[in-house]
């Protein structure tokens, strides 16, 4: 009705704006206002999974990094490399095998604390919100139909009126026991026609008012795991760039040895080692005269 007012004024609440039916896009048909609801909260599901099978993708390819990362610090080249520039290498080999094990425990980290809270959670979501569907839709049946009944007893009691107007019109022209008894079973009929048509409301406002507390509280919990949803993956989410700057501190630290040892790098220093280690003499020939 017009005079109503919303149940969550200013907060675009689920409870307020789901009450009809809207016309799917893509059919003839309709859709219930709780069913697109319910749309809503499972297509949230599919795309917590999809996350999830990205943040898996993710740790697949850190794994696999941290794997080559590892192979190639064990690799040869250049290892006969002396002096403080091979020690320089030396040391760029030893960061990257640190690296794989830093890319190793962030893809680690992103499985147990990232990829797997997303793809657990609710797990049994659409099994319990089937069953509330089919609760919800069932008690829109049921008020449907009191709802037809209250017309049809409606048009009934019209009916029964209309034919006691008649027959007392009737009456006042021509007086009769005949008039008389039929205006007396058109009273008890129109009588039993407000009865049934009273009885009908009753049983229509018991039905809508079930229906309206189950729809109230149902899009209220529908509403409350929506916003769970997104703060649960907002804080995953958080934690997996968390996680990515640890990665890159560490990283910086496996880097920062081999930024000490370059600053070291003395060509003069290493010729002297060089020489001093394998020099095989200093007496030189001399310009002879005889």
């Known amino acids: 009705m017009p005079e109503q007012q919303l149940l969550?004024?200013?907060?675009?609440s689920y409870c307020d704006y789901f009450w009809a039916d809207k016309k799917d896009p893509q059919g003839n048909g309709t859709v219930a206002g709780f069913e697109l609801l319910l749309q809503k909260q499972l297509k949230g599901k599919q795309m917590q999974k999809e996350m999830s099978e990205f943040v898996r993708e993710?740790?697949?390819?850190?794994?696999?990094?941290?794997?080559?990362?590892a192979k190639l610090s064990q690799n040869s080249l250049a290892a006969q490399e002396e002096g403080s520039l091979g020690e320089v290498w030396a040391?760029?080999?030893?960061?990257?095998a640190d690296e794989a094990e830093v890319h190793l425990k962030?893809?680690?980290?992103?499985?147990?604390?990232?990829?797997?809270?997303?793809?657990?959670?609710r797990e049994n979501f659409k099994k319990d919100m089937k069953k509330c569907d089919h609760h919800i839709a069932d008690l829109r049946k049921q008020l449907a139909s009191r709802y037809a009944s209250v017309e049809k007893a409606r048009k009934a009691l019209t009916e029964r009126q209309?034919?006691?107007e008649m027959k007392t019109?009737?009456?006042?022209?021509?007086?009769?026991?005949?008039?008389?008894?039929d205006i007396k079973k058109a009273r008890r009929k129109s009588t039993q026609a407000g009865d049934d048509l009273m009885r009908?409301?009753?049983?229509?406002?018991?039905?809508?008012?079930k229906w309206f507390e189950e729809m109230v509280t149902t899009t209220l919990e529908l509403e409350w795991l929506e916003v769970e949803r997104v703060e649960m993956i907002r804080q995953h989410l958080c934690q997996c760039t968390q996680l990515r700057h640890e990665t890159d501190m560490f990283n910086q630290s496996?880097?920062?040895?081999?930024?000490?040892?370059?600053?070291k790098v003395d060509p003069a220093k290493d010729r002297e080692l060089w020489v001093r280690e394998h020099k095989t003499g200093n007496i030189r020939p001399v310009y002879m005269e005889i």
């Open 8 to 12: 969550k004024p200013t907060e675009w």
């Open 58 to 69: 993710r740790i697949k390819i850190e794994e696999e990094y941290a794997k080559n990362l």
């Open 91 to 96: 040391q760029v080999k030893k960061s990257l």
């Open 106 to 121: 962030f893809s680690a980290k992103l499985h147990s604390e990232v990829e797997k809270p997303l793809m657990n959670f």
């Open 162 to 164: 209309r034919d006691l």
């Open 169 to 181: 019109q009737q009456l006042e022209i021509k007086l009769s026991n005949k008039t008389e008894e």
């Open 200 to 209: 009908c409301v009753d049983l229509y406002n018991q039905a809508q008012s």
């Open 254 to 263: 496996t880097v920062k040895p081999v930024d000490q040892l370059l600053r």
